[in-house]
């Protein structure tokens, strides 16, 4: 039943020009009064599958099966569990309608969960006054007006948009012409460390290419991200960004309200910046109370710099929101979220995997990876507790760490990310006349072949050694196999929160640094060279 999407009809405005990076069958964007949207989804279901993770039944000893049952998990504790993870599942379900929750179990951010269909559901009766169209109009604006947006943003406010735009864009969209990237904005992340340097050489980009502001191709703007509003890295980029708009632009009001796009909180020093600088309440996007930040990649943190690149937002909830509805009406048996939960749970309670790999088969996929690494180090790690999460991507990553997860200690588990379908058409290796890389006996093979057969012999060469494995895989790379996949993995992340007892909301850990960093500061001499110096 979920495998396909469906059909979604919006009899609504979307305020965008421009064709979706997908074009999904029948998916038209207009600009009339009265238009028709409508929404075809192909039959792409994320899958998963932890059959490389289960000791297999076998009459007779073997030094194999020694390890196996020393190192897999056995189908009969995966039965065991089931039960409780119904009961997860349950209170999950039950804590998000939850008015006033109790001291412990603060903060309580579960408002992602329903985010999706929410956002949905409100554009389908107000459009271009929910969020969502504030959205998609707060994207078409930097469209028109800007031909480089620069990103500011740290940790959850950060790392879902880059995640999207890495996986869904043009691998090279920054260095495409203009044409070639129909109108949409190059996109920059800054604000998510405290680097002179990097600051300085966008600066120096920006100030070289951006010359003449009556030029669109040499307009820039900034959507400033972040929920608190007071994060003091993305705080300091941005005074020095919006001095740099006022510098090129003017110092009018209109001309900061024409570039700048913030997102942000419902209270905090970053809205009341803004609202003195003249941006009405509207025109300041939402991270809701109830969404905590690395679980906000659904909010206009993710979804503006996604739609401003002409991703298709629509189809990344609508991914989101099936996940969800998997997640609250499926059996164990077919209920991806709890299945990934609990295999990798047991894995780390009965076998001690507690180093958790996730290895993505695409390099295009390495910024999803550094998502889910802040997803769930900051979610699980807790009380001593929680899997320390590590990213690899292959195949670049067998010829690095491969070795050490193939032989070294024994406490991994690897969740390989694979997309079977390729964007392009395969790329064949073709013969060559003197044959000396010996390859000729190949030619007809192409590079996902050689992908393929990477990805198979790795499972197989873990699975000799009683090494866990667990495959998700994704039909094709697209927003809405995107949207389900980052959905299942939060939803996850909550799921084995309440296996471990953590509340996986909040980072009451990350406070310590802040408060130092904060009394150095003030302590420092103000000489405009650091204190180690
Ligand atoms: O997950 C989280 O809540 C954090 O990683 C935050 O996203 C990060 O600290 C940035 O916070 P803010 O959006 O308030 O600037």
Redesign the pocket.
């Known amino acids: 039943m979920f495998g396909v999407a469906g059909s979604l009809q919006f009899g609504l405005r979307v305020p965008t020009a421009e064709p979706p990076a997908n074009n999904f069958t029948g998916h038209s964007h207009t600009q009339t009064n009265q238009p028709h949207f409508r929404m075809q989804l192909p039959d792409e279901a994320v899958e998963f599958n932890f059959q490389g993770s289960v000791c297999p039944h076998l009459e007779t000893w073997t030094p194999l099966a020694e390890l196996q049952s020393q190192h897999l998990i056995r189908a009969e504790q995966i039965d065991g569990i089931k039960q409780q993870m119904m009961q997860v599942r349950q209170s999950i379900g039950s804590d998000r309608t939850m008015v006033n929750p109790p001291a412990k179990m603060l903060p309580q951010e579960s408002g992602f969960i329903d985010l999706p269909s929410l956002m949905l559901d409100q554009y389908r009766r107000k459009g271009e006054n929910s969020e969502l169209g504030r959205i998609l109009r707060a994207a078409g604006k930097l469209r028109e007006e800007t031909d480089r947006v620069v990103v500011l ?7 879902g948009a880059k995640a999207l735009f890495d996986a869904l864009s043009h691998t090279h969209h920054n260095e495409l012409p203009e044409r070639m990237r129909h109108g949409k904005p190059r996109l920059y992340f800054e604000g998510n460390n405290v680097d002179n340097d990097s600051l300085q050489d966008l600066l120096d980009m920006l100030e070289n290419t951006c010359v003449d502001p009556a030029i669109k191709e040499e307009r820039w703007g900034v959507v400033v ?7 003091l ?3 300091s980029v941005y005074r020095i960004m919006r001095n740099e708009l006022a510098r090129f632009y003017g110092h009018s009001p209109e001309s900061l309200r024409k570039r700048i796009v913030p997102v ?2 419902p209270s ?1 020093k ?1 809205r009341e910046l803004c609202l003195a600088d003249g941006f009405k309440e509207d025109e300041i996007l939402k ?1 809701p109370e109830s969404v ?5 990649v659904m909010t206009a ?1 993710g979804l503006l710099p996604a739609a401003v690149v002409g991703l298709d937002i629509l189809a990344l909830l609508l991914g989101a929101a099936t996940m969800t509805r998997r997640f609250l009406e499926e059996p164990f048996d077919r209920n991806p979220v709890l299945q990934y939960a609990a295999v990798n749970h047991l894995l780390n309670k009965e076998t001690g995997k507690n180093t958790r790999v996730m290895a993505v088969w695409s390099r295009k996929l390495e910024a999803l990876g550094m998502w889910h690494d ?2 769930l180090a ?2 699980l790690g807790k009380q001593n507790l929680g899997p320390t999460p590590l990213t690899v991507v292959q195949t670049r990553d067998l010829h690095s760490r491969g070795q050490q997860h193939q032989d070294g200690p024994r406490n991994k588990v690897v969740n390989n990310l694979f997309v079977k379908g390729t964007r392009h058409a395969p790329i064949q290796l073709g013969m060559a006349d003197r044959n000396e890389d010996d390859l000729n006996s190949l030619s007809r093979k192409t590079l996902p072949d050689i992908l393929s057969a990477a990805f198979q012999g790795t499972n197989q060469a873990f699975a000799d050694a009683a090494r866990p494995t667990n495959d998700l895989i994704l039909p094709t790379l697209s927003e809405h196999t995107m949207g389900q996949l980052m959905q299942m993995l939060m939803l996850a992340t909550i799921v084995e929160g309440r296996l471990l007892g953590v509340n996986p ?3 009451p850990g ?1 406070e310590a640094y802040k408060k130092n960093m904060t009394r150095i500061l003030k302590e420092m001499p103000s000489k405009g060279s650091s204190a180690m110096g």
């Open positions: 943003g740290i940790g959850g406010s950060f790392l991200v972040s929920k608190s509003g007071g994060t890295e993305t705080a942000t909180g905090g970053l991270i905590g930040g690395r679980f906000s943190a802040q997803l900051e979610s909301y909040g980072q990350v």
